[in-house]
């Protein structure tokens, strides 16, 4: 997460902290959406089960965690390795109460579902690298920045209909260890995307950052969770 501040979780007490383990060990995020956490299927792909870590400021010291297996994954169908299209997946948690530091994010409504949001702004949070090649920052981190149109940012990426992007001037972006967290609206206050993936020259070299789009997904959370609005 680039050009960004340090954030206490009770402004995002959606966002939750996953370390998969697998084939060796790796860090994403996601978000609380009701007893199911969303996140991105890069994410969840390989992985044999994942600490789901809530309710954390500081990395390292959430207010507690829950250990999930394989079994309760749900990896979008379509999901392709190659070129990233259909890159969400959904975890089923055990039960938690909900609180300040621990919430669930509320998903766009169907009315909403040909919204493109292009011009809204948004913020995006996670763990992720603060530069290219950083290390796993201490603090949540997150960026206010604005949604493209998917016009825009398909002069520099070949687009899927259902991505999503933002305007990453002044090194606003998402960055290594950012996968599967939250973009959520300010008005609003709604998970409109999924972090994806950013331009192989770095997260700070200017290409538009890319995202699942939420309102895309809508009938397959609903008919994997129940949850819609």
Same mark, same amino acid.
């Given at each position: 997460?680039?050009?960004? @501040?340090?954030?206490?979780?009770?402004?995002? %007490?959606? &966002?939750?902290?996953?370390? @998969?383990?697998? /084939?060796?060990?790796?860090?994403?995020?996601? #978000? &609380?959406?009701?007893?199911?956490?969303?996140?991105?299927?890069?994410?969840? /792909?390989? $992985? +044999?089960?994942?600490?789901?870590?809530?309710?954390?400021?500081?990395? +390292?010291?959430?207010?507690?965690? !829950?250990?999930?297996?394989?079994? +309760?994954?749900?990896?979008? =169908?379509?999901?392709?390795?190659?070129?990233? =299209?259909?890159?969400?997946?959904? &975890?089923?948690?055990? =039960?938690?109460? @909900?609180? !300040?530091?621990?919430?669930?994010?509320?998903?766009?409504?169907? +009315?909403?579902?040909?919204?493109?949001?292009?011009?809204?702004?948004?913020? $995006?949070?996670?763990?992720?690298?603060?530069?290219?090649?950083? %290390?796993? %920052?201490?603090?949540?981190?997150?960026?206010?920045?604005?949604?493209?149109?998917?016009?825009?940012?398909?002069?520099?990426? #070949?687009?899927?209909?259902?991505?999503?992007? &933002?305007?990453?001037?002044?090194?606003?972006?998402?960055?290594?260890?950012?996968?599967?967290?939250?973009?959520?609206?300010?008005?609003?206050?709604?998970?409109?995307?999924?972090?994806?993936?950013?331009?192989?020259?770095?997260?700070? #070299?200017?290409?538009?950052?890319?995202?699942?789009?939420?309102?895309?997904?809508?009938?397959?959370?609903?008919?994997?969770?129940?949850? #819609?609005?």
């Amino acid at each position: 997460m680039g050009t960004n @501040f340090n954030l206490a979780v009770s402004w995002v %007490p959606c &966002i939750v902290g996953l370390l @998969f383990s697998g /084939n060796g060990n790796w860090w994403c995020g996601g #978000s &609380i959406i009701n007893t199911w956490v969303l996140t991105a299927a890069h994410c969840t /792909n390989g $992985a +044999n089960g994942v600490t789901i870590n809530y309710g954390a400021s500081l990395r +390292n010291q959430p207010q507690y965690t !829950h250990w999930v297996g394989s079994g +309760n994954f749900v990896q979008h =169908h379509h999901y392709n390795s190659g070129n990233l =299209h259909n890159d969400i997946s959904l &975890i089923r948690t055990p =039960h938690v109460d @909900f609180w !300040h530091l621990v919430n669930k994010v509320e998903l766009p409504s169907f +009315n909403d579902r040909y919204q493109d949001y292009a011009g809204w702004w948004a913020v $995006a949070s996670g763990w992720g690298g603060t530069y290219d090649g950083s %290390p796993l %920052p201490d603090w949540l981190q997150a960026v206010d920045v604005q949604i493209m149109s998917q016009g825009d940012c398909s002069r520099t990426w #070949s687009l899927h209909d259902n991505m999503i992007c &933002i305007n990453t001037n002044g090194g606003k972006s998402t960055c290594g260890g950012d996968s599967g967290g939250p973009l959520v609206t300010h008005e609003g206050n709604r998970l409109v995307g999924v972090t994806s993936f950013v331009s192989s020259a770095g997260c700070q #070299s200017g290409a538009p950052a890319v995202f699942s789009r939420v309102t895309g997904y809508l009938d397959w959370i609903r008919d994997n969770t129940g949850i #819609s609005y």
